[in-house]
């Protein structure tokens, strides 16, 4: 399916309650060499309710491990986990491609406390 037809396919509201996204902090971020595709393994803190979760992010044109603590992102949170190689990825951390075709992390643009819903 093209991103065209995928922009025009619709989804109910409670289609889009279903899918649970949330912010939180990037705690750790190392690299991923094992990856078929080149990667990072990012542990995101999503506060208390949640805690720390692990996900793995096709994210090095753009973006270094070392730059990626303390950064907030926006992840889909109740997805069931996805064996990458040797690595369990908890979670589904969201980006969009630019137009080279990067992958540019969604973040807040103010501050939000780890756990956030997005609504």
Known sequence: MSDDAAAS?????DDFMKIDIR???V???TPFPEARK???K???????????KKSSAQITELYD????VGKKVMAVVNFPPRQIGP???????LG?????GEVVLVSPDSDAPDGSRMH
Not at 9 to 13: E, I, P, R, V
Not at 65 to 68: D, E, H, M, N, V
Request: charged share 15%; glycine share 8%.
């Open 23 to 25: 912010c939180g902090t």
């Open 9 to 13: 396919t619709l989804a109910s509201f």
């Open 87 to 93: 690595f369990m990825s908890e979670v589904l951390t």
């Open 42 to 52: 990012l542990v995101i803190d999503f506060g208390p309710d949640i805690g720390r």
């Open 65 to 68: 491990p070392q730059s990626l």
């Open 96 to 100: 969009v491609a630019n137009d080279r």
């Open 38 to 40: 080149p990667a990072i």
């Open 27 to 29: 705690v750790e971020a």
